[in-house]
T-cell receptor, first 114, second 116 residues
Framework: NAGVTQTPKFQVLKTGQSMTLQCAQD?????MSWYRQDPGMGLRLIHYSVGAGITDQGEVPNGYNVSRSTTEDFPLRLLSAAPSQTSVYFC?????????????FGPGTRLTVL | AQSVAQPEDQVNVAEGNPLTVKCTYS??????LFWYVQYPNRGLQFLLK??????LVKGSYGFEAEFNKSQTSFHLKKPSALVSDSALYFCAVRDGGYNQGGKLIFGQGTELSVKP
């Protein structure tokens, strides 16, 4: 199993540009989440999904969109990039069957917005 | 609201000495607690979890954590630190029930530095 994969690893955008961060998992997990990591702030939840076709907002959803058309994929879209969105983005998945729901993380995407 | 705090930004330990990375939490109901480790330029790796039962939880790489309900703490420990343990450590609590997405609330992280 590849686990959770994310592309790209690095990205530089100009203010106002849009892009999609890709996330895929091959563990048949029902739950998927997107977090952003900023120095001194830990990881903060952007959006999450409990299954295909179902998404919800997390702590910091503004400026981001998600959709979940399949169990495997959970892309994160930046609509109009801003410097405040410079961060490291992590996708995670977990199983509903395992009651502890421990999350498995991808390697991250480092995004810089100029 | 549920929250997690890691009171130390950095912990410095000499190799071979015991280490402790502190975590306190605030939740309603029974907490599901986790420790993750992040090595430079890598994703987060699961270390251990507390769900219920024995207050001393053993995890990967020789780490363990002690759950203390009265002090609302979940400190990470290792009897003998290695230089290779140097990394960023995150404490987290599950937000919501098991059927609510498994999403986590993280502490701000503690940088562990182990010197030879």
């Amino acid at each position: 199993n590849a686990g959770v994969t994310q592309t790209p690893k690095f990205q530089v955008l100009k203010t106002g540009q849009s892009m999609t961060l890709q996330c895929a998992q091959d563990m048949n997990h029902e739950y998927m989440s997107w977090y952003r990591q900023d120095p001194g702030m830990g990881l903060r939840l952007i959006h999450y999904s409990v299954g295909a076709g179902i998404t919800d907002q997390g702590e910091v959803p503004n400026g981001y969109n998600v959709s979940r058309s399949t169990t495997e994929d959970f892309p994160l879209r930046l609509l109009s990039a801003a410097p405040s969105q410079t961060s490291v983005y992590f996708c995670a998945s977990s199983s509903r069957v395992r009651r502890s729901n421990e999350q498995f993380f991808g390697p991250g995407t480092r995004l810089t917005v100029l | 609201a549920q929250s997690v705090a890691q009171p130390e930004d950095q912990v410095n330990v000499a190799e071979g000495n015991p280490l402790t990375v502190k975590c306190t939490y605030s939740v309603s109901g029974n907490p599901y607690l986790f420790w993750y480790v992040q090595y430079p330029n890598r994703g987060l790796q699961f270390l251990l979890k507390y769900i219920t039962g024995d207050n001393l939880v053993k995890g990967s790489y020789g780490f363990e954590a002690e759950f203390n309900k009265s002090q609302t703490s979940f400190h990470l420990k290792k009897p003998s630190a290695l230089v290779s343990d140097s990394a960023l450590y995150f404490c987290a609590v599950r937000d919501g029930g098991y059927n609510q997405g498994g999403k986590l609330i993280f502490g701000q992280g503690t940088e562990l530095s182990v010197k030879p």
